[in-house]
């Protein structure tokens, strides 16, 4: 077991090798777009498509909702009493709430378990979550009273292949479409399903900002986002899998997902809108640093 999740973090390295080689711009744009754009959906897709639905899935569904609104709120109130500026603030909330879902938990979940719908499942809630939010809270520093940032969210989620690939993959489960399909397609859909299961661990060291010294791993908000995802996210995705999953190797996913790091789309919002990207980035590369030490840890626990 140990093994697998070794080779993942091979590949994490070798993303970042590339990295600091200056060759994030040349690679890194592309395999990311490939991804992202048509490996990941594919993914998605396959795990939907050829899985029984059941009724547990929902509970996923549920924690991971629950998990984002009482993260909100806390982590909103934390950050109101230390009074930081307003870009600085919604970075810190941003970064603290919101985990790589995918990219890295689903490598990680394939050579632990060789399953990975569960990780499927919470990932395509915390999307339909994630863009609205980070919209709302754009609303609040600009101080935009239309509704121009819900239509804004609606068109970036109607743009995003995931949603898509993950509507199609629910109807072939539900409605057992898989079925007419032939053995060797499924077959071909799995391979390539791998190839871009591990080509994901490497678009996460791809999205690690170069680390400039031990500075890094100081400053107050990079302590806050750090606390939060590796100690009260664990802590509240107990709380909640404790009630909602009876699945152990659901409940073991979702301890998994709870590790994460912030997702790296963060810094990409963080230039759109005009937050603390230093903060952001930062954000990123402690807290993946953290979730790998952390993810052993709760392996030898056996709590993943």
Do not use: C
Not at 281 to 304: N, P
């Amino acid at each position: 077991m140990l093994e697998s999740v070794a080779k993942i973090f091979l590949l994490i390295g070798l993303g970042y090798l590339l990295v600091l080689l200056g060759l994030k711009e040349k690679v890194g744009s592309k395999l990311s777009k490939a991804v992202f754009s048509f490996l990941l959906p594919l993914i998605m897709f396959n795990g939907l498509a050829r899985s029984k639905l059941e009724v547990e899935y929902l509970n996923i569904v549920l924690v991971a909702a629950l998990y984002i609104f009482i993260s909100l709120a806390l982590v909103a109130f934390i950050v109101k009493r230390l009074k930081l500026k307003e870009k600085t603030a919604i970075s810190t909330i941003v970064s603290s709430v919101f985990l790589n879902s995918a990219f890295l938990p689903i490598p990680l979940a394939y050579s632990l378990y060789s399953n990975i719908l569960p990780v499927i499942v919470y990932t395509y809630a915390l999307i339909l979550i994630y863009y609205p939010t980070v919209d709302v809270l754009t609303s609040f520093k600009t101080r935009r009273s239309d509704m121009g940032f819900l239509i804004m969210s609606l068109k970036r989620i109607s743009r995003n292949p995931i949603i898509y690939s993950g509507i199609l993959g629910i109807a072939f489960s539900v409605y057992n479409l898989r079925i007419y399909v032939p053995d060797s397609i499924w077959f071909i859909l799995e391979q390539v399903s791998v190839i871009g299961i591990y080509l994901s661990a490497v678009v996460v060291g791809l999205g690690l900002p170069i680390i400039r010294g031990i500075s890094v791993f100081l400053g107050e908000t990079i302590m806050v986002i750090s606390f939060w995802r590796h100690i009260i996210s664990p802590i509240i995705h107990y709380m909640l899998a404790v009630f909602l999953i009876n699945d152990v190797v659901v409940f073991k996913q979702m301890m998994l997902e709870s590790i994460m790091p912030p997702a790296t789309i963060n810094a990409v919002l963080a230039y759109v809108y005009g937050f603390d990207v230093e903060t952001v980035s930062k954000a990123i590369i402690v807290s993946t640093v953290f979730s790998l030490a952390e993810v052993f840890a709760f392996i030898w626990l056996g709590i993943i």
